[in-house]
């Protein structure tokens, strides 16, 4: 008797299922291609996407934009930033702010 019952109520159909699952299927897809973009930069152990230094200075004709502009150091990968700052970035944030700022500021980074 149940077999009788079940056509009236709400059961989906192969079209109802394949309209759902080509959204699904485009929804996914979207996410996906987002996903890549992001995969594409590169970056650094702290999960940051790196930049080179030339676009994270103040003065940048092409600079970065969606930055935290108070923290520029920190999308600099750490061969650049050894090479700019003279020291690995646990012993630069080991300095007091004053000289963070100080060092920041000489490179145009502040």
Do not use: C
Not at 88 to 104: E, I, R, S, T
């Amino acid at each position: 008797m149940n077999e009788a019952a079940s056509p009236q109520g709400p059961k989906s159909t192969p079209e109802s299922e394949s309209e759902g699952g080509d959204y699904m299927s485009s929804r996914i897809g979207s996410l996906t291609i987002k996903e890549d973009v992001k995969e594409n930069e590169p970056e650094d152990e702290e999960g940051l996407p790196i930049y080179p230094y030339e676009r994270l200075t103040v003065n940048a004709e092409d600079r970065v934009a969606d930055i935290d502009v108070t923290k520029r150091e920190t999308y600099l990968s750490s061969s650049e930033f050894k090479e700019k700052f003279g020291m690995g970035k646990d012993a630069f944030y080991k300095l007091p702010k004053w000289k963070q700022n100080k060092l920041k500021m000489a490179l145009q980074l502040f």
